[in-house]
């Protein structure tokens, strides 16, 4: 935190006291004092500036003894002039026979202050949509799953679809041999039999360089996966800058009121098109940036101001990267954001979404063996790449992510069992760990 | 920390500017100082007699708010503890985690020496270095005095890894740290039956004990003040790690609480924490389940606090997602994360040897590097500046362009003509686009390498050297 106050203030606060022993002190021009933690600063100027300020010291020392404060055993005892109390030899280990009581207390955080917004996903029938349920992401006054404030919504999954087979690790694809020619079957695999909260269609094969796939046709399979399953869902596209605000303006269009998540508007594209879309069509947007917290805030700020999105339709991609592979950057990044969203930095208090699917991308995951002879046995790689996405999708978790884009149904089960527990929704048989040190395993 | 500032830590400096700390002045040194990369004792001049007092003032106002302590002894002993924030960027986290892998005292002893030798060994390289793990934590299921002790001096004959000696029976671990004498091991557990016991033979032994209070925060203060009115601050927090439903989340909160005090400055409750992931496998039975959700567990309590925790499953797949969550809480945010750009020799390469262009992201950079050199690739590899960005998002950041490789190879003297003899660059698959510019730009013939460095070799056995045209 940077403290700023000016020299010449103080003399300000001294005016109602009537004292005249300032009148010694001349502050010639003003200085303004940046307290922060740790830097630099010139040895020369913090040599005048402490110079000044220990001369304004002594006479502030000076009014407090005349309004009756002991400031002279102040002094002493903050620069180690007067009495010292000796160090004492360590008695010998007093026998203690109960043991002193204490009692443990914390404060909770006192600024934060600022709810992160919610942001409602689906809409029912009641809301002109065709959706079984709704998912409402956002709403914290907190940290994720801290004492300091209930959290409001659990987090969510939502799993990967694409609409043409795609390159994937080996293990993932056994998963989705069956369904990998129809996006509708696919859907309705993640859902009945994956436990997924919501479906997400990218439309990947409208990009120019795969197979350049119409709007139009890309947006039937947009229908087609809205009739295949009733959670709602998020649309993406193929992430080619110049086609995606066609792919996802048509997308839009064929889901009006079915509050789809666009993903996503992003500083490289044409944002603008992609906002007006969902404006238009009822939806809500992705806001996507590359692990850059100033990134992040210049785009909700153009969507909120200069394309008019209301807040309670903008949710944040910050981006993922692997663990081992910059996660270390997008869990700093993603924290940085909901601690400023939280302290009432209004254009980061979005819920957040992350491509946990990304983990898969480390060759830890994928790769037989290490190709390392000095490494110790990696093990078998069907295990690893499981852990690796729970572990990726765990750690930004706690950083205050709110969604989560998955691939394996093992991650996505696991994922959910303990972000749910953190959340403190699963009831498990309590356990006795008192003599856990004796267990048989 | 008690001071943030450093001037608040240059009045206590000599203040003669003798550079003696290779800083240039006291200020500039008082400034490390607060950002902890440079140690007190760094200022010789200060321990002279005559600053004492300032000195031991000085030492006392920069100790870090959560007390630091060491376990083992000679050159794998371990630090645990000693941070100053809670979230990581506001300065860095200090001292990763310690992963203790548990044996126990009914094993046999082939089977000991074997998993002992296990953890000891596991190594996985990572960016420049080898993520390996630190500890091994005897658990005695026997709770026989004379069997655990067996087991303890098998496990140090074995290893010189720091040990945690763990049963709550007082003999037992009397038996353990008579045959690991100066080996200041880590005791567990002193609870509210025991304590008095283990506490004086924390004392009398003179090492580190754990205080373990399951679920009672009360009782963990208590216990803490306690030990240390009774003479010994080496002391390890357990709040208990329970493994599932609603007892996890509490956990989760305990730990969560237990720091928060210690850094908001209470000192009766300012020490490392443990965290005992163990306890899945009392949650579960199934192998692969109860890794799983070990791996979990340690995970969360890596991020949210635990300095230290002991852990039972050695399968890889637990084991290198562990090491590296623990390496990416604790990479310091400060630290830039490149290699000097230039030319690398990478085994004894000669005239027909290939010459590799990769960029000076560390991550990249060794990663490259490694899959070379272990698979015995002679070559020449360039980092290439481009300020510590890796391949794919230096092309899309501009960073890593036709220009920037011709000036990095001409800047290291090398001349493709004549200090080759097939005038022949190979670029990075994640590079492809920059092949037409390159080839225009440097003159020389350019190759397009697979898309990860795991798979030069093969590409290498296909393409290389290359066919004359
Ligand atoms: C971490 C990261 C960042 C970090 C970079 C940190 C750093 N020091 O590099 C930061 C936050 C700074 C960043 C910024 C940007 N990023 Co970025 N980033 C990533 C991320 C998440 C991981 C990249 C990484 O570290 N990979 C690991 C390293 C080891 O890989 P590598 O360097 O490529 O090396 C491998 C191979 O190339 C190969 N290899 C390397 N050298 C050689 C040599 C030879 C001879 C051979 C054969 C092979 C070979 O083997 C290596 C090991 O596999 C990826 C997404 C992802 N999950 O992959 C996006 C990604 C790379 N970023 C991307 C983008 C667009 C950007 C930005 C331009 C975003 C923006 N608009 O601001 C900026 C550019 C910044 C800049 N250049 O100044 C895109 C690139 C898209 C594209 N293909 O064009 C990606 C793919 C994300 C995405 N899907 O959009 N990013
Ligand atoms: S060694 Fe000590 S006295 Fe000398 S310059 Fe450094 S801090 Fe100042």
């Given at each position: 935190?940077?403290?700023?106050?000016?020299?010449?203030?103080?003399?300000?606060?001294?005016?109602?006291?009537?004292?005249?022993?300032?009148?010694?002190?001349?502050?010639?021009?003003?200085?303004?004092?940046?307290?922060?933690?740790?830097?630099?600063?010139?040895?020369?100027?913090?040599?005048?500036?402490?110079?000044?300020?220990?001369?304004?010291?002594?006479?502030?020392?000076?009014?407090?003894?005349?309004?009756?404060?002991?400031?002279?055993?102040?002094?002493?005892?903050?620069?180690?002039?007067?009495?010292?109390?000796?160090?004492?030899?360590?008695?010998?280990?007093?026998?203690?026979?109960?043991?002193?009581?204490?009692?443990?207390?914390?404060?909770?955080?006192?600024?934060?202050?600022?709810?992160?917004?919610?942001?409602?996903?689906?809409?029912?029938?009641?809301?002109?949509?065709?959706?079984?349920?709704?998912?409402?992401?956002?709403?914290?006054?907190?940290?994720?799953?801290?004492?300091?404030?209930?959290?409001?919504?659990?987090?969510?999954?939502?799993?990967?679809?694409?609409?043409?087979?795609?390159?994937?690790?080996?293990?993932?694809?056994?998963?989705?041999?069956?369904?990998?020619?129809?996006?509708?079957?696919?859907?309705?695999?993640?859902?009945?039999?994956?436990?997924?909260?919501?479906?997400?269609?990218?439309?990947?094969?409208?990009?120019?360089?795969?197979?350049?796939?119409?709007?139009?046709?890309?947006?039937?399979?947009?229908?087609?996966?809205?009739?295949?399953?009733?959670?709602?869902?998020?649309?993406?596209?193929?992430?080619?800058?110049?086609?995606?605000?066609?792919?996802?303006?048509?997308?839009?269009?064929?889901?009006?009121?079915?509050?789809?998540?666009?993903?996503?508007?992003?500083?490289?594209?044409?944002?603008?098109?992609?906002?007006?879309?969902?404006?238009?069509?009822?939806?809500?947007?992705?806001?996507?940036?590359?692990?850059?917290?100033?990134?992040?805030?210049?785009?909700?700020?153009?969507?909120?101001?200069?394309?008019?999105?209301?807040?309670?339709?903008?949710?944040?991609?910050?981006?993922?990267?692997?663990?081992?592979?910059?996660?270390?950057?997008?869990?700093?990044?993603?924290?940085?954001?909901?601690?400023?969203?939280?302290?009432?930095?209004?254009?980061?208090?979005?819920?957040?979404?992350?491509?946990?699917?990304?983990?898969?991308?480390?060759?830890?995951?994928?790769?037989?063996?290490?190709?390392?002879?000095?490494?110790s046995d990696?093990g078998?790689?069907?295990?690893?790449?499981?852990?690796?996405?729970?572990?990726?999708?765990?750690?930004?978790?706690?950083?205050?992510?709110?969604?989560?884009?998955?691939?394996?149904?093992?991650?996505?089960?696991?994922?959910?069992?303990?972000?749910?527990?953190?959340?403190?929704?699963?009831?498990?048989?309590?356990?006795?760990?008192?003599?856990?040190?004796?267990?048989?395993? | 920390?008690?001071?943030?500032?450093?001037?608040?830590?240059?009045?206590?400096?000599?203040?003669?500017?003798?550079?003696?700390?290779?800083?240039?002045?006291?200020?500039?040194?008082?400034?490390?100082?607060?950002?902890?990369?440079?140690?007190?004792?760094?200022?010789?001049?200060?321990?002279?007699?005559?600053?004492?007092?300032?000195?031991?003032?000085?030492?006392?106002?920069?100790?870090?708010?959560?007390?630091?302590?060491?376990?083992g002894?000679?050159?794998k002993?371990v630090?645990?503890?000693?941070?100053?924030?809670?979230?990581?960027?506001?300065?860095?986290?200090?001292?990763?985690?310690k992963f203790a892998y548990d044996v126990w005292?009914?094993m046999?002893?082939?089977d000991l020496v074997e998993r002992v030798k296990y953890i000891q060994d596991f190594k996985k390289?990572?960016?420049?270095?080898f993520l390996t793990v630190d500890m091994v934590a005897i658990r005695?299921?026997?709770?026989?005095?004379?069997?655990?002790?067996?087991a303890v001096?098998k496990v140090v004959e074995t290893t010189d890894l720091p040990i945690i000696?763990c049963?709550?029976?007082?003999?037992?671990?009397?038996?353990?740290?008579?045959?690991?004498?100066?080996?200041?091991?880590?005791?567990?557990?002193?609870?509210?039956?025991?304590?008095?016991?283990?506490?004086?033979?924390?004392?009398?032994?003179?090492?580190?004990?754990?205080?373990?209070?399951?679920?009672?925060?009360?009782?963990?203060?208590?216990?803490?003040?306690?030990?240390?009115?009774?003479?010994?601050?080496?002391?390890?927090?357990?709040?208990?790690?329970?493994?599932?439903?609603?007892?996890?989340?509490?956990?989760?909160?305990?730990?969560?609480?237990?720091?928060?005090?210690?850094?908001?400055?209470?000192?009766?409750?300012?020490?490392?924490?443990?965290?005992?992931?163990f306890?899945?496998?009392?949650?579960?039975?199934?192998?692969?389940?109860?890794s799983?959700?070990e791996?979990?567990?340690a995970?969360?309590?890596?991020?949210?606090?635990?300095?230290i925790m002991i852990l039972h499953s050695t399968e890889p797949?637990a084991m290198l997602?562990e090491l590296?969550?623990?390496?990416?809480?604790?990479?310091?945010?400060?630290?830039?994360?490149?290699?000097?750009?230039?030319?690398?020799?990478?085994?004894?390469?000669?005239?027909?040897?290939?010459?590799?262009?990769?960029?000076?992201?560390?991550?990249?950079?060794?990663?490259?590097?490694?899959?070379?050199?272990?698979?015995?690739?002679?070559?020449?590899?360039?980092?290439?500046?481009?300020?510590?960005?890796?391949?794919?998002?230096?092309?899309?950041?501009?960073?890593?362009?036709?220009?920037?490789?011709?000036?990095?190879?001409?800047?290291?003297?090398?001349?493709?003509?004549?200090?080759?003899?097939?005038?022949?660059?190979?670029?990075?698959?994640?590079?492809?686009?920059?092949?037409?510019?390159?080839?225009?730009?440097?003159?020389?013939?350019?190759?397009?390498?697979?898309?990860?460095?795991?798979?030069?070799?093969?590409?290498?056995?296909?393409?290389?050297?290359?066919?004359?045209?």
């Amino acid at each position: 935190m940077t403290k700023k106050m000016k020299l010449s203030q103080l003399s300000d606060m001294l005016q109602d006291l009537n004292v005249e022993s300032l009148e010694g002190v001349t502050i010639e021009g003003d200085i303004e004092l940046n307290i922060t933690g740790g830097g630099g600063l010139n040895p020369a100027l913090a040599y005048a500036i402490g110079s000044e300020i220990s001369q304004i010291s002594l006479h502030m020392a000076n009014i407090g003894r005349i309004l009756g404060f002991p400031a002279e055993q102040l002094f002493a005892s903050a620069f180690g002039l007067g009495e010292m109390p000796q160090p004492q030899a360590l008695p010998a280990s007093p026998k203690i026979q109960e043991l002193l009581a204490s009692k443990f207390e914390v404060a909770k955080i006192d600024n934060w202050k600022n709810p992160i917004q919610e942001v409602t996903l689906g809409a029912t029938s009641a809301d002109g949509g065709s959706r079984k349920s709704t998912v409402t992401l956002g709403g914290e006054n907190a940290l994720p799953y801290y004492f300091d404030a209930e959290m409001p919504h659990r987090n969510y999954i939502t799993m990967d679809v694409f609409d043409m087979p795609i390159n994937m690790a080996k293990s993932v694809k056994g998963n989705y041999e069956d369904v990998i020619n129809d996006p509708a079957e696919w859907a309705k695999k993640v859902v009945r039999e994956f436990n997924a909260d919501m479906v997400t269609i990218h439309l990947i094969s409208t990009d120019p360089l795969i197979n350049d796939t119409s709007a139009k046709e890309a947006a039937k399979v947009v229908e087609d996966v809205l009739q295949a399953v009733d959670v709602p869902i998020v649309i993406g596209g193929s992430g080619n800058p110049e086609k995606d605000p066609e792919v996802l303006e048509k997308a839009a269009e064929v889901a009006e009121g079915e509050r789809v998540l666009l993903a996503s508007a992003s500083l490289n594209l044409d944002y603008e098109r992609i906002a007006k879309a969902a404006i238009n069509h009822g939806h809500v947007v992705l806001s996507w940036t590359q692990l850059e917290i100033n990134a992040q805030k210049e785009l909700n700020r153009k969507l909120m101001k200069q394309c008019n999105v209301p807040r309670d339709s903008i949710i944040m991609d910050p981006t993922t990267a692997a663990l081992g592979y910059g996660l270390d950057y997008a869990y700093t990044n993603m924290e940085r954001i909901r601690l400023a969203g939280l302290m009432g930095d209004d254009e980061l208090t979005f819920p957040m979404s992350s491509g946990t699917t990304n983990a898969w991308g480390a060759r830890e995951a994928w790769m037989v063996s290490s190709p390392l002879k000095q490494d110790s046995d990696w093990g078998p790689r069907e295990y690893r790449g499981p852990i690796w996405e729970i572990v990726t999708g765990l750690a930004l978790s706690l950083a205050g992510n709110d969604m989560f884009m998955m691939m394996h149904p093992t991650s996505v089960q696991v994922l959910k069992e303990i972000t749910q527990t953190l959340y403190g929704s699963i009831e498990a048989e309590e356990i006795d760990i008192t003599n856990w040190i004796g267990a048989e395993v | 920390m008690k001071i943030n500032s450093p001037l608040e830590a240059y009045k206590f400096l000599p203040g003669t500017n003798c550079m003696e700390c290779g800083e240039k002045t006291c200020m500039a040194f008082a400034a490390h100082l607060i950002d902890r990369s440079k140690k007190l004792t760094d200022c010789t001049p200060i321990l002279d007699a005559k600053f004492k007092k300032k000195f031991t003032d000085l030492d006392q106002l920069l100790a870090p708010e959560i007390r630091e302590i060491e376990i083992g002894a000679g050159e794998k002993v371990v630090k645990i503890g000693g941070d100053d924030v809670l979230y990581r960027h506001k300065l860095t986290f200090f001292n990763q985690t310690k992963f203790a892998y548990d044996v126990w005292d009914t094993m046999n002893e082939k089977d000991l020496v074997e998993r002992v030798k296990y953890i000891q060994d596991f190594k996985k390289f990572y960016v420049g270095d080898f993520l390996t793990v630190d500890m091994v934590a005897i658990r005695s299921t026997s709770n026989d005095p004379k069997k655990f002790a067996a087991a303890v001096k098998k496990v140090v004959e074995t290893t010189d890894l720091p040990i945690i000696l763990c049963s709550f029976n007082a003999e037992v671990l009397k038996a353990g740290l008579e045959v690991s004498k100066g080996k200041n091991p880590l005791l567990y557990a002193a609870n509210k039956d025991n304590w008095k016991e283990v506490a004086e033979l924390a004392l009398e032994y003179d090492v580190p004990v754990t205080l373990f209070a399951p679920n009672d925060l009360d009782l963990l203060k208590s216990m803490a003040k306690t030990f240390a009115e009774m003479g010994t601050e080496k002391l390890v927090l357990d709040p208990g790690t329970f493994p599932t439903g609603k007892q996890l989340k509490q956990t989760f909160n305990n730990f969560t609480k237990v720091r928060r005090a210690g850094i908001d400055g209470d000192r009766e409750i300012a020490y490392p924490i443990m965290a005992v992931p163990f306890t899945a496998w009392m949650a579960h039975d199934d192998p692969v389940s109860a890794s799983y959700w070990e791996t979990v567990v340690a995970s969360v309590f890596t991020i949210k606090y635990g300095d230290i925790m002991i852990l039972h499953s050695t399968e890889p797949y637990a084991m290198l997602p562990e090491l590296h969550i623990r390496d990416t809480i604790y990479t310091d945010p400060r630290k830039p994360v490149s290699v000097d750009p230039g030319m690398y020799k990478v085994g004894e390469p000669t005239a027909d040897s290939p010459v590799l262009v990769t960029t000076n992201f560390a991550l990249t950079y060794y990663t490259v590097e490694s899959d070379i050199s272990s698979n015995k690739i002679d070559c020449y590899l360039w980092a290439i500046d481009t300020d510590g960005i890796g391949v794919e998002a230096a092309v899309a950041g501009g960073q890593l362009t036709a220009a920037k490789i011709k000036k990095g190879i001409d800047g290291s003297g090398f001349d493709l003509k004549k200090d080759t003899s097939h005038n022949t660059i190979i670029l990075p698959g994640l590079a492809a686009r920059l092949q037409g510019d390159v080839e225009d730009e440097t003159g020389a013939n350019v190759m397009i390498g697979p898309a990860d460095s795991g798979r030069i070799p093969g590409w290498m056995e296909k393409n290389w050297p290359p066919q004359k045209k």
